[in-house]
């Protein structure tokens, strides 16, 4: 996701797996106990309220109201909000709409969250009426919606907000790959990797955030395909040391999504340094100088910067409160 944000030269291969991947892995963690009856379809449903609906808000709210001082400092090229336009944003963030340019990842927890709780309530609702049949009912289901939703308009208002049913089908990917314990290969990451390469040159663009795919049957192959290559490249990292590296990373992606873009511009600034250009161009989104291999650099602080905040927050938090117990 980084590196798509940092314009790297792969730019179109990652996106067309890129996020399906989240969303397939979603559905591999998903268990058929949170949609056994409707007590457990409650508790999923309070759950992900817990854990992707309020960040989500509290995040996208925190930007709306630091905005005018981030246009003040040049980090936005947005214009200044007046009280009125802070409320209408900030009521925007509660419905899961609107959003900033620093909080632009956060379609991303919108999409998640909105397309768990529709799958859950779909596959209890499956559960109850098809029983043996619930599987299959659902890949058929998740199929014509995925399909229907193609063939919307993309210029129909509010078209953007209904990849939440594009993603569907990749949840259930995902639970099928963990329910039936398909199999995973070296050989087969290889293969992957060669129809990405196939599909990427044929010109197949993926985008899930504007709703916008090639076709589905491309967007499925992609995404599987994306699925088994990352696999097979977690196989072979598992194997090297800095395997506990990529395990940090991956258990603290919350603070990666929120605040990779804000990090990001420290690159813009010491590139503004550097070529003594004018500080207005910190307002370049996602980024500035795209050549000569930024992009690294760009990666790089939108991962390590996020970890550290998310880091010395943690420490200090602890710090905190162990002297406010041995006080008390």
């Known amino acids: 996701m980084v590196m798509g944000h ?3 030269p792969i730019n179109d291969w990652i996106y067309l797996f890129h996020m399906s991947l989240f969303f397939i ?6 268990k058929e106990r949170y949609s056994e009856n409707t007590k457990s379809v409650w508790q999923f449903i309070n ?3 817990n854990t992707l609906y309020f960040p989500c808000v509290i995040f996208n709210a925190t930007i709306v109201i630091m905005n005018n001082f981030f246009v003040h400092i040049h980090l936005t090229s947005e214009e200044k909000l007046g009280c009125s336009a802070i409320l209408k944003n900030l009521i925007k963030s509660l419905l899961f709409s609107g959003g900033r ?3 632009g990842a956060m379609w991303f927890l919108r999409t998640l969250f909105m397309g768990l709780v529709s799958y859950i309530i779909i596959e209890y609702l499956c559960r109850k009426w098809a029983h043996h049949y619930f599987e299959i009912i659902k890949v058929l289901l998740f199929i014509v919606v995925l399909v229907n939703v193609f063939f919307l308009p993309d210029t129909m208002s509010g078209y953007k907000y209904l990849n939440f ?3 569907l089908i990749l949840i259930q990917i ?3 790959i963990k329910k039936y314990r398909m199999r995973h290969s070296i050989f087969l990451a290889v293969c992957s990797l060669l129809v990405l390469v196939i599909f990427w040159r044929r010109g197949c663009r993926i985008d899930i955030a504007s709703n916008h795919i090639c076709s589905p049957l491309s967007f499925i192959l992609v995404s599987v395909a994306g699925y088994y290559f990352c696999n097979g490249l977690a196989v072979l990292i598992s194997k090297t040391k800095v395997k506990n590296l990529f395990i940090y990373i991956g258990r603290n992606t919350m603070p990666i999504i ?3 873009f804000l990090c990001m511009k420290i690159v813009t600034l010491f590139q503004i340094i550097l070529y003594k250009e004018s500080l207005y161009k910190m307002a370049e989104y996602p980024v500035y100088i795209k050549t000569g291999g930024w992009w690294i650099l760009y990666a790089m602080s939108g991962v ?15 710090t905190v409160k162990r002297r406010l117990n041995l006080k008390y």
Not at 25 to 30: Q, R
Not at 308 to 316: E, P, Q, R, S, V
């Open 304 to 318: 390590i910067g996020p970890l550290t905040i998310f880091y010395l927050k943690n420490k200090i938090g602890r």
């Open 25 to 30: 892995v979603s559905g591999m963690c998903l």
């Open 174 to 176: 995902g639970h099928l």
């Open 6 to 8: 940092s314009k790297s």
């Open 101 to 103: 340019q620093m909080s």
């Open 258 to 260: 929120m605040l990779h």
């Open 165 to 167: 049913l594009t993603v």
């Open 47 to 49: 759950n992900k309220v």
